[in-house]
Nanobody, 120 residues
């Protein structure tokens, strides 16, 4: 099982930006998997945000529009989520994942998450 190191969460005001980072440590084969982000509120099912393949093919939720951008650095086994124009409804626990396409349906492993809180 990989070890996830997630960072970048915190507090932001509405309209602000945050950049989440996730390092996936462990077997080098994990770098061949799709990486991505979900968010999860207490007592609710995780919501798919975005995924990216090792060849940089991106899938994303329509709910985020163009406000969030996912990217990855294969050499560092890292995936990023740039979040702009944050709104209070973006407040959630953001969890890094690895899996295969379509990532919204096939997650192998989950990180513990980094909390994002957006104030109005």
């Amino acid at each position: 099982q990989p070890q996830f190191v997630e960072s970048g969460g915190g507090f932001a005001q509405a309209g602000g930006s945050l950049r989440l980072s996730c390092t996936v440590n462990g077997d080098p084969k994990y770098s061949n998997l799709d990486m991505g982000w979900f968010r999860q509120d207490p007592g609710k099912r995780p919501e798919f945000i975005a995924g990216i393949s090792k060849d940089n093919e991106v899938t994303s939720s329509t709910s985020i529009g163009a406000r969030f951008t996912i990217s990855r650095d294969n050499s560092k086994s890292m995936v990023y989520l740039q979040m702009n124009n944050l709104i209070p409804e973006d407040t959630s626990l953001y969890r890094c994942v690895v899996g295969h396409e379509p990532l919204r349906d096939y997650v192998y492993f989950w990180g513990e998450g980094t909390q994002v809180t957006v104030s109005s």
